[in-house]
């Protein structure tokens, strides 16, 4: 179990969490380009300074995806890019089920502009 005391709402922590969020919009899916953020992929993302390290919890669009690896290497080699960030662990969870409900209003405007129905 992980030090309580390195949660999201420890002063300073917030600020690094937002830039994680930011970094995470840069990243697209290598099948729709949409970045995992608007597609609604990442269910959270904590940080724990004593370990330098960024934790998320991301979900998929399906079980079988045949991108599930390419996506979290994309999200760990951006998210190793951001100062404070030694490390990036990545825990799949499949509660919350990933619907179309997930998907930013940006997200939904690009699949739509790629002619895909949401």
Known sequence: MTDPSAGPNVPGNQGVVARLWDAL???EDPEIPVSVV??????SIDYDPQRNAAR????YTAMGCPAMDMIQDDIRARLLREDGVDQVDIEVVWDPVWTASRLSQLGR??????????
């Not at 608007?38 to 269910?43: E, P």
């Not at 998320?56 to 979900?59: Q, S």
């Open 25 to 27: 919009g840069e990243v």
């Open 56 to 59: 998320l919890k991301i979900t």
């Open 38 to 43: 608007d597609m609604g992929l990442i269910v």
């Open 109 to 118: 405007g690009r699949m739509r502009e790629l002619g895909l129905g949401v």
